[in-house]
């Protein structure tokens, strides 16, 4: 294999940059070739595609978000974007690519694969929701970061007598919520895992708040793609059918995503780029990268 491409797509996660590099940088050692592709999916039909170099990934291994950029691209969920984008592949001479990104990133890697190019995963979520690997790239920084943020509003929950819900990202799955919970000291974790005929609000209230606290803090994972849950769901039936109560929100958004990644992330993301170049060189086709 004499060239091989790189691209970062879905939602950013803090160590992509780390894991671009060291593809990048293994690659070469390897005397390869190495195509960046820019915007993700939607660059690679649209044949915004660079040639990378050692230079290239200089004094970026401490940088949060993605040098090559990323983007939605609803195009490529279509056949015809697929074959504009295979077309890309061979007009470069991309003979196999990397993708960093979660499961929809590896649900276009799965389509490019079926029709000749192949390619190798590299999981790259804050969300921690990809099978097979212990954790995925950005999901030790984007807990540090809500950790972080939990902490300071502490200070301000200690001085109200409030319950707090601190919605986190997620989505349908609860890593974030749950371990942040636990590394917080918080009160409770309602998380999407749990069984939907248990009612995670009242379970919490009939434990009954501790009178020993000034204050309590719920960690909730934000609402799912149907509009359900979420904090401001359960702080609003919070106020209507417990009116002793008086409740906050906060939604730590895409603060979750940013920032320096720690040096687990970039350890991880690290020792991934450089398996997935060596995936490749062994001849191992369609696969993830994961530690387990």
Do not use: W
């Not at 990934?57 to 040098?67: E, P, S």
């Not at 609003?236 to 940013?258: C, F, K, S, W």
């Amino acid at each position: 294999m004499k060239t091989i491409g790189v691209l970062t797509s879905g939602g950013d996660a803090p160590g992509m940059n780390a894991a671009v590099r060291a593809v990048v940088r293994t690659a070469i050692s390897l005397g390869m070739t190495v195509k960046g592709i820019r915007r993700g999916y939607a660059g690679l039909i649209e044949d915004d595609i660079i040639d990378m170099d050692a230079r290239s990934v200089c004094d970026v291994i401490n940088r949060g978000g993605t040098l090559l950029y990323t983007a939605r691209c609803p195009k490529f969920r279509t056949e015809e974007g697929v074959l504009e984008a295979v077309e890309n592949c061979k007009k470069h001479g991309i003979e196999g690519l990397v993708v960093i990104g979660g499961d929809g990133s590896f649900r276009g890697a799965l389509e490019l694969s079926r029709h000749g190019i192949p390619c190798i995963g590299v999981p790259g979520t804050i969300d921690n929701d990809i099978s097979a690997t212990d954790h995925t790239i950005g999901y030790d920084t984007a807990l540090n970061t809500i950790m972080d943020c939990v902490d300071k509003i502490r200070d301000t929950a200690n001085s109200h007598n409030r319950i707090f819900f601190v919605e986190v990202m997620g989505r349908d799955a609860g890593f974030l919520a749950q371990n942040a919970a636990i590394a917080t000291g918080a009160e409770a974790a309602i998380i999407p895992e749990e069984k939907s005929d248990v009612d995670q609000l009242a379970t919490f209230i009939g434990r009954g708040v501790r009178k020993s606290k000034n204050s309590s803090i719920v960690l909730v994972s934000e609402s799912k793609k149907d509009g359900t849950g979420g904090a401001q769901y359960y702080a609003d039936r919070l106020v209507q059918e417990y009116p002793e109560y008086e409740a906050r929100v906060t939604i730590l958004g895409h603060l979750q995503r940013g920032g320096i990644p720690t040096a687990q992330d970039r350890i991880l993301a690290s020792r991934m780029g450089v398996a997935a170049i060596e995936a490749l060189k062994d001849g191992q086709r369609n696969v993830m990268i994961g530690v387990k």
